[in-house]
Nanobody, 124 residues
Framework: KVQLVESGGGSVQAGGSLRLSCVGS????????MGWFRQSPGKEREGVAV???????RYADSVNGRFTISRDSAKNILYLQMNDLKPEDTATYYC??????????????????WGQGTQVTISS
């Protein structure tokens, strides 16, 4: 059974940093595409950063240059380092995994497996 467990959320002031972690189990971690997504109240879930099993890492324009996605395949952990956080980054952050067709990695509907989410709150 595929399981994803996120951690690392919290409340920080604007300009601060957080690092999210997602531990995966029950599948071939290195062979699957993985991504971070977020959703805030009243908004659709959006792709933040993706780490394909093959191919280039991609970021949403809104976080490019501030967030860094990485994975430790030896430990089955996906990370999201978030720097220079802004109030608009406030959301529940989810990690997801699956075998995603090329070109769809930032689309949430392309991922079948999801974690429970971790809350990130940024105050101004």
């Amino acid at each position: 059974k595929v399981q994803l467990v996120e951690s690392g959320g919290g409340s920080v002031q604007a300009g601060g940093s957080l690092r999210l972690s997602c531990v995966g189990s029950g599948y071939s971690f290195a062979a699957y595409d993985m991504g971070w997504f977020r959703q805030s109240p009243g908004k659709e879930r959006e792709g933040v950063a993706v780490s394909p099993s093959r191919g280039s890492i991609r970021y949403a324009d809104s976080v490019n240059g501030r967030f860094t996605i990485s994975r430790d395949s030896a430990k089955n952990i996906l990370y999201l380092q978030m720097n220079d956080l802004k109030p608009e980054d406030t959301a529940t952050y989810y990690c997801a995994t699956g075998l995603v067709p090329r070109g769809r990695q930032l689309l949430d509907t392309a991922y079948p497996y999801w974690g429970q989410g971790t809350q990130v709150t940024i105050s101004s």
